[in-house]
């Protein structure tokens, strides 16, 4: 636990109003927090009298966490700090933007429209001196530099967003009491990973359950796959490369991640059902082998949302637990890590909206969030006190993020709809299905230059 500086907290709290514990999710002073950068910020920014407003996708318990976190802004600064979140926060971000009357901050849940808002002179610059800090505060601070770069509408390059909870989805879960029962190790690498496959198979056990089902989004699992599969073969900037189209689906090293993938999923006796079950199995149902008796499967690739389709009663931490889907021992990739994650942006210029980005470096704002069981929140900030976390389970996850040395944002949700969230998608069904790699890589990269 950090030292807590009692007694000048316990003096702001009292300068910046009497009732301050009463809205303050946790009251200053106590817990695992940073209360040092609390005051620190609140010292430095006076905001009386001036509204800020934030606008983003987070609705109900999700929009009452974040406005816990904007209520130690307020309280540190007294600004009027007002979230209105929505549900059609995509299409309406950009209609307030074309009509003049877009809120202080968006906070953007994939980077794709925050740089098209960018190109079109949306978004104001976050300033070097931002994006210095993030290079030397988050863990692979780089690769979340990147992520919130964008060209504006002169064609020049600057930091416009400011990422801010993230999601991990290079994961793999298992039942400890199974792997324990039979003597199988955690693999720290790609290598052994795929060697622990191959030890199951011969114990006359099934290793894997895959399943890439998902209505009318059927085939985004194995796009996790393979963008996880990109980045444990090539470096980053191949992977940026193939999200832009830069270098095409038919390229030998796309179409190499994509083979990386069949050889899990290809395999009959690889796959819970043989791999013609693949397809057709809903990403839902497919985790469920794992808690079987006998275990239908030892190992399943799934992001950190997977337990809320975990049957009853099944605790993670004690009945599942997962750990990061290594990288190759041989290929000096270091330790990439897929993900998702929220980007904060300025889109109607005040002092408010740079205070409030000033706001999100300080440890305090990420160890709020960190503390509620709502939204999921995990940080690369390296500053952040990890006792704050919630629960066991949510600090291994941030242990993840802190201790990748290249963070890449999911590969579909970058790419063109039509591509991403249409032939990357069924392309990989029809892979599973038995299709040859080459010819589903021509088939995407063909849909993809149809839209060019």
């Given amino acids: ?119 079109r002179g949306f978004l104001t610059p976050l300033g070097e001196d931002t994006a210095s800090w993030m290079a030397e505060n988050y863990a692979a601070g780089q690769s979340w530099v990147d992520l919130g770069s964008y060209e504006n509408d002169k064609g020049e390059t600057a930091f416009y967003a400011f990422p801010y909870k993230a999601d991990v989805k290079s994961l793999v879960w298992y039942v400890p ?122 190992l399943h690739r799934q992001a950190s949302f997977i337990p809320a389709f975990f049957p009853d009663g099944i605790e993670v931490g004690v009945d599942a637990d997962f750990f990061y889907l290594p990288s190759y021992a041989d290929k000096d990739l270091g330790s990439p890590v897929l993900g998702a994650g929220t980007l904060f942006a300025i889109t109607n210029d005040s002092p408010g909206a740079h205070a409030l980005i000033d706001f999100l470096q300080t440890p305090i704002a990420h160890e709020v969030f960190m503390a509620q069981q709502a939204g999921g929140f995990l940080t690369p900030h390296t500053g952040v006190n990890t006792e704050a976390y919630v629960d066991k389970t949510r600090a291994a996850l941030g242990d993840i993020l802190l201790n990748a040395t290249t963070f890449r944002f999911d590969g579909s949700d970058l790419m063109p709809g039509g591509v991403g969230a249409g032939s990357f998608w069924t392309g990989m069904v029809d892979y599973a299905g038995g299709e040859d790699a080459g010819k589903v890589a021509q088939e995407i990269q063909n849909s993809w230059d149809s839209l060019k």
């Fill in 1 to 119: 636990m950090k030292t807590l500086l009692l007694g000048g907290v316990a003096a702001l709290a009292m300068t910046l109003g009497a009732q301050a514990d009463n809205h303050l999710a946790f009251p200053p002073g106590e817990g695992p927090f940073s209360w040092d950068s609390y005051e620190a910020f609140a010292e430095a920014n006076d905001l009386s009298g001036e509204q800020v407003t934030v606008f983003g996708p987070w609705l109900g318990p999700d929009q009452a966490a974040v406005e816990k976190v904007l209520a130690y802004f307020a309280e540190a600064t007294g600004a009027d700090v007002r979230y209105t979140g929505s549900d059609s926060f995509e299409q309406q971000i950009v209609v307030d933007a074309e009509a003049g009357s877009a809120p202080n901050i968006a906070v953007f849940p994939q980077p794709g429209l925050a740089s098209d808002m960018a190109k």
């Fill in 177 to 298: 009491e199974n792997f324990e029962d039979a003597g199988y190790e955690v693999p720290d690498t790609m290598e052994a990973l795929k060697e622990l496959t191959d030890q199951i198979v011969a114990d006359g056990e099934t290793p894997w359950c895959i399943g890439l089902g998902s209505g009318g989004a059927t085939g985004w699992p194995a796009t996790d796959w393979v963008e996880d599969m990109m980045l444990r073969t090539q470096p980053p900037e191949v992977y940026d490369q193939w999200v832009k189209n830069e270098i095409p689906f038919t390229d030998e090293r796309v179409v190499g991640a994509i083979e990386e993938f069949g050889h899990f999923a290809r395999n009959d006796d690889y796959v819970a059902g043989g791999a013609g079950a693949v397809a057709s199995t809903d990403f839902r149902d497919s985790p469920k082998g794992l808690f079987q008796s006998p275990p239908q499967c030892y």
